[in-house]
């Protein structure tokens, strides 16, 4: 009840500030406690304002009751969902007349950011790349177990792990129980221009989550040409195309994911490139961050037609 005292308050903060410019729609950019500020904040602007919200997921959908999604769409203006895979989570939620206002406009990158790297001259063991928090979610610990079955098998290849969170210190012991810790490299937090270097010296990039939204580092891997291979679960089969771009693993299986690994790495270097190509080419059409910005504006001017004017009641 307290937390809800301070949303209310910056809901009010919020509202007189929006007040003070002319700004009568606001635009909370997840489902949690942002959107609870932004619903409580146009509700005190009363007639004429408005509110939406972009919809992130997973997060969210474990509790939907918690976060009041149904509620939040049926008050909503309209929602941005970055997947497919969102929207469907709410068309469930809410009734027919509800889902024309659920709007898909993917999750994008700088493209003039991230540059095709070559990799046709690579002469050393193969480099797995995965990026992400070491949180039991991101499914790191499987990568390991996936390096230790490649072992068995007599395949050589080097893992490298690039984040941190408090996993990190398991993530380690578990490396070393499986007698695999040479092979695991823990780069920890890096800055831009690092993780640029990581991105281009891999040779596949693997991200065995259980759950995720829309991940941005699968879009950068992608755009440096990293062919990838992933989870088949929630908006990454949006992004990643089977056999094309990438692979696509059942979540939480260790063998699969070595399968599939295997499978990147036995192929030739140039059908890896192929796969890099098209993965790059993928992201351009429908992931580059120009594209998916003009997108947002031509919702926003569609879905509230009085943002660049005036609406009821001389505001802006």
């Avoid at 409580?40 to 509790?63: I, K, Q």
């Avoid at 499986?178 to 010296?201: C, D, K, M, N, P």
């Avoid at 140039?270 to 790059?280: I, K, T």
Wanted: with cysteine; aromatic share 6%.
């Amino acid at each position: 009840m307290l937390w809800q005292l301070f949303y209310f308050g910056e809901a009010a903060l919020m509202w007189r500030e929006c007040a003070r410019r002319n700004i009568h729609h606001i635009h909370a950019h997840h489902a949690n406690v942002a959107s609870d500020v932004a619903l409580l904040a146009s509700h005190l602007g009363g007639e004429g304002w408005s509110w939406s919200f972009t919809m992130h997921g997973p997060t969210e959908f474990f509790d939907v009751q918690e976060h009041g999604l149904a509620r939040k769409v049926r008050l909503a203006r309209f929602v941005v969902c970055i997947s497919e895979y969102a929207r469907s989570q709410l068309m469930g939620m809410v009734d027919r007349p509800e889902w024309d206002k659920l709007r898909v406009v993917h999750c994008g990158v700088d493209l003039s950011r991230f540059e095709l790297a070559d990799r046709s001259t690579v002469d050393r063991t193969p480099e797995v790349l995965n990026v992400g928090r070491i949180v039991s979610v991101k499914g790191q610990a499987l990568l390991i177990e996936a390096v230790a079955e490649l072992e068995k098998r007599g395949i050589e290849v080097r893992m490298v792990i690039v984040g941190d969170g408090p996993q990190l210190p398991d993530l380690r012991s578990h490396a070393e129980r499986l007698g695999v810790a040479s092979r695991v490299t823990f780069a920890g937090a890096v800055g831009q221009e690092e993780i640029h270097e990581h991105y281009e010296r891999a040779d596949v990039f693997a991200m065995p989550s259980f759950a995720e939204g829309l991940p941005v580092v699968l879009l950068e891997a992608m755009a440096t040409g990293l062919p990838v291979v992933a989870s088949r679960i929630t908006g990454i089969p949006e992004l990643v195309e089977e056999g094309v771009t990438g692979l696509l693993v059942v979540p939480g299986r260790v063998d699969d994911l070595a399968d599939a690994l295997r499978r990147v790495l036995a192929a030739s270097p140039e059908r890896r490139q192929a796969m890099g190509r098209a993965g790059r080419e993928r992201v351009a059409k429908e992931f580059d961050l120009g594209r998916t910005a003009e997108q947002l504006l031509e919702l926003f001017a569609e879905m509230v037609p009085n943002a660049s004017g005036a609406p009821p009641g001389g505001g802006g």
